[in-house]
């Protein structure tokens, strides 16, 4: 018996490859809202993005506001009249139909399935993550998913957590394991519900006072011993 009979994913940029996922719906905002496509462009994107979910991390804003709000700042930045709802909407439709995943995410859900009970944690959109997860090739090996918005919490409250263990028969904080990239929702969100957590990071950061990580990860195939210990 595994010491972690339920893993806990997150999705983006853990299981789900959602950098590669965001540059191609990104691309085509530009293209079908006139806005110029640049890598500069794309870098004040992702700045404005990524400041407003950590502020969504905070509980600052609600999801369908930063959505929007990214590329009313893009284009407010960029000094262009333009219609953000549009840009949030390509932008949106496009990721639902992304569903690449991480190298080796796929072997790991199939191998880890046969052995554990696999399920997703994640904050991101409902319509989207819901259709993306749909297309996939790892949903066969999934027994649920959990997103924030159905959830009406989301990490890294401990009321996204009291939710999802309300709908997982036999977990424990002892028994299951969260896996995640993100420091500020997945990690945090362990940290705060008492639960045993992986930083899955690939770039090998710096990790930063205020996060306790049982475990820290730079490649998915190095959970296979984690799980067997
Ligand atoms: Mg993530």
């Not at 999934?142 to 919490?153: P, V």
């Not at 969100?189 to 475990?215: F, R, S």
Request: glycine share 6%; charged share 25%.
């Amino acid at each position: 018996m595994s010491r972690y009979p339920y893993l806990l994913f997150d999705a983006d940029n853990t299981l789900f490859d959602f950098t590669a996922a965001e540059r191609i719906a990104f691309r085509r905002t530009c293209e079908k809202n006139s806005l110029p496509w640049s890598e500069e462009n794309y870098t004040t994107y992702k700045e404005i993005n990524a400041a407003l979910w950590a502020d969504f991390d905070r509980g600052l804003y609600e999801k369908s506001f930063v959505v929007v709000e990214r590329f009313r700042r893009l284009l407010a930045h960029l000094g262009i009249e333009g219609d953000a709802d549009a840009c949030m909407q390509v932008q949106e439709d496009t990721l639902g139909e992304c569903s690449m995943l991480i190298d080796g995410a796929e072997t790991l859900c199939r191998k880890l399935s046969e052995t554990h009970k696999l399920y997703l944690v994640t904050n991101a959109v409902a319509a989207v993550q819901k259709r993306r997860l749909a297309a996939s090739a790892i949903k066969q090996y999934l027994s649920g998913a959990f997103i924030s918005e159905d959830a009406g919490a989301a990490k890294p409250s401990t009321a996204y957590f009291d939710y999802v263990f309300s709908r997982i028969d036999g977990i424990t904080r002892e028994n299951c394991l969260v896996i995640g990239d993100s420091l500020t929702s997945d990690i945090k969100g362990a940290n705060n519900y008492g639960l045993p957590c992986v930083w899955y990071n690939p770039a090998g950061k710096p990790q930063p006072e205020g996060y306790h990580a049982d475990y820290i990860i730079r490649d998915l195939d190095e959970l296979y011993a984690i799980i067997d210990d």
